[in-house]
């Protein structure tokens, strides 16, 4: 599969590596608060603007400590699963909790019932085993509708919207089930899509009007719908009027309160992956450098998307880069490649190389395969002021694989 080349300015750098980032242990990440903040703010101007509600999706990027600069622009967060659900509700306390999870579980409703306030199901079944629950204790409850609309191409894994999807309820599905329990209908405060994934305003207006056209009606008789995430708002150049008039078509068309659950737009371009070179060599013409970051463990969504994302001082577009240097991290997993680079010159052994665009689906998805420890978390406050949040040890490896002593 061909790797989508991704590109963040460097600019929260000034083009260089930072002398605040230069003594301390790699790999680590690095949060930036200012670039965080800024997302935030851009993020709370739609939602002031509209009167729509922003939500974050906790699952792109959960790192708490800076809950905070996001809090005067969100109305609450929402999650994928039990334990951010727990999370929000802790560290986003006096926010609404949004959950949508494609199968809830009976073992764990009842306390996912003290977390959530809204609760959003993903198919017809799953509401009638527990939305009378979830409504007797008060919960606001959804359905996740799928308008049948892909406005994405080559990312089949990200396209909820694809043959036989198994995210949200098609029209058909919703059709069969209401003619079986016409009861369904008054559990409904909500409806829910989530389609896109780092996508404009212009594929949003072009799912609405799929929205629009097959669940118009219901929409009509609910309280709320819920956009769903993938909106890349804060990517410069984002369409963002015509996000505002998608909101306020929802909010006048069907008098309805619009939500917006982003995740990358919150951190998107605010967070750095540092590493250093650990060897440089050379296969034939291959030229390779093995860094102390490992795509596999550190940056799954570069092999899962797969992407390749921006290196500081790495372009394709200068001529006096010349060296190309394949990166690679230090599992034995052959694949574990970042991608290959231009550079002005060979980087030497324990040079720095700084990744961009690193806060998002990286903290909370990394991993310890291999052994690899896993990388510390900094924040670089807006004063410049560094801030270590973790300290990984041993203990975070074996604790979850066994309990023997
Ligand atoms: C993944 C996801 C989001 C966030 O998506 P981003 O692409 O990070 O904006 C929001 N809502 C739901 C239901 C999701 O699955």
């Not at 069969?176 to 009861?183: D, H, Q």
């Not at 150049?237 to 069907?254: F, S, T």
Request: one cysteine or more; a negative charge; hydrophobic letters at 35%.
């Amino acid at each position: 599969m061909e790797r989508l080349d991704k590109r963040a300015p460097f600019t929260a750098t000034g083009g260089i590596i930072p002398p605040e980032f230069q003594n301390i242990k790699t790999p680590c990440y690095i949060l930036d608060e200012k670039a965080l903040t800024e997302n935030a703010k851009l993020l709370g101007e739609v939602a002031e603007r509209t009167g729509c509600k922003m939500l974050l999706a906790q699952k792109a990027f959960s790192n708490y400590d800076c809950y905070p600069f996001f809090e005067p622009y969100l109305a609450g967060t929402e999650a994928s699963g039990l334990y951010e659900a727990r999370l929000g509700a802790e560290e986003m306390a006096g926010k609404e909790v949004h959950v949508f999870c494609a199968g809830y579980r009976a073992d764990e409703f009842e306390e996912l019932l003290q977390y959530a306030d809204h609760i959003v199901f993903n198919s017809p079944s799953q509401l009638l085993r527990f939305g009378r629950m979830a409504k007797e204790a008060g919960k606001s409850v959804g359905l996740r509708i799928n308008p049948e609309c892909s406005t994405q191409e080559g990312h089949e894994i990200y396209d909820p919207c694809a043959q036989g999807s198994r995210m949200g309820t098609t029209r058909v599905q919703w059709d069969e089930a209401i003619v079986k329990n016409p009861e369904l209908m008054e559990l409904l405060d909500g409806v829910h899509f989530h389609t896109l994934c780092e996508q404009d305003s212009d594929d949003l207006e072009t799912t609405l009007a799929s929205v629009k056209k097959q669940f118009g009606d219901l929409i009509a008789k609910v309280k709320w719908i819920n956009f769903g995430g993938g909106h890349h708002i804060t990517r410069p150049g984002y369409d963002i009027e015509r996000l505002e008039q998608c909101i306020r078509m929802a909010q006048e068309e069907w008098k309805v309160e619009v939500y917006l659950e982003p995740g990358e737009a919150w951190a998107l371009n605010a967070g750095f992956l540092l590493t250093s070179v650990l060897d440089v060599l050379k296969n034939g013409d291959t030229q390779i450098a093995i860094v102390d970051a490992s795509a596999a463990c550190h940056m799954p969504d570069v092999l899962e998307m797969p992407y390749r994302p921006p290196l500081l001082g790495a372009s394709d577009e200068t001529t006096e880069n010349e060296v190309t240097v394949r990166l690679g991290g230090p599992t034995c997993l052959s694949g574990d490649v970042i991608g290959d680079y231009k550079f002005s010159k060979l980087p030497e052994y324990g040079a720095l190389l700084l990744f961009g665009d690193m806060a998002i689906y990286t903290t909370c998805k990394n991993n310890t395969f291999n052994g690899m420890p896993l990388p510390d978390i900094w924040i670089r406050h807006a004063d410049r002021t560094m801030q270590q949040l973790t300290v990984f040890d041993y203990t975070d490896f074996k604790e979850r694989l066994g309990s023997r002593e």
